[in-house]
C-alpha cells in the first residue's frame, strides 16, 4: 500500500508557472516508473510525464518543452514544473507510482486551473 499527497494546484493566468509536489508514503527507492496524469473535464486521463528510478523521463507530446518532471529519492517525493502554461492544462493532475509489482498507486488528484 502505497499514500500519495499532492500540493501545488491553483489558479494561474496563460503563460504562468506551477510546480506540483506528490510526496509517497514508502521510500521511492522501492518505487519503479513515478508520474503524473490529467484529467480534464469530458476528457480521459492522459498521461502527462513519468520519471523512472533511475532518471529517465518521458513527456506527452502536449507538454514537451513546457514541463519537467523530476524527483528526489530522499524525499519520496516527485516534483511537476510547469511553465507556459495554456488554458488546455487545465485539469485535475494525478500523481500516479508504479510498483515492481506492476500494480499502481494514485493521488487524490489537484486542480490546476489555467485563464486566459
Known amino acids: 500500500q502505497v499514500q500519495l499527497v499532492e500540493s501545488g494546484g491553483g489558479l494561474v493566468q496563460a503563460g504562468g508557472s506551477l510546480r506540483l509536489s506528490c510526496a509517497a508514503s514508502?521510500?521511492?527507492?522501492?518505487?519503479?516508473?513515478m508520474g503524473w496524469s490529467r484529467q480534464a473535464p469530458g476528457k480521459q486521463r492522459e498521461l502527462v510525464a513519468t520519471?523512472?528510478?533511475?532518471?529517465?523521463?518521458n513527456y506527452a507530446d502536449s507538454v514537451k518543452g513546457r514541463f519537467t518532471i523530476s524527483r528526489d529519492n530522499a524525499k519520496n517525493t516527485v516534483y511537476l514544473q510547469m511553465d507556459s502554461l495554456k488554458p488546455e492544462d487545465t485539469a485535475v493532475y494525478y500523481c500516479?507510482?508504479?510498483?515492481?509489482?506492476?500494480?499502481?498507486?494514485w493521488g487524490q488528484g489537484t486542480q490546476v486551473t489555467v485563464s486566459s
Open positions: 500516479r507510482v508504479q510498483l515492481p509489482s506492476a500494480l499502481i498507486y
Open positions: 514508502r521510500s521511492s527507492f522501492s518505487i519503479n516508473a
Open positions: 520519471i523512472t528510478r533511475g532518471g529517465t523521463t
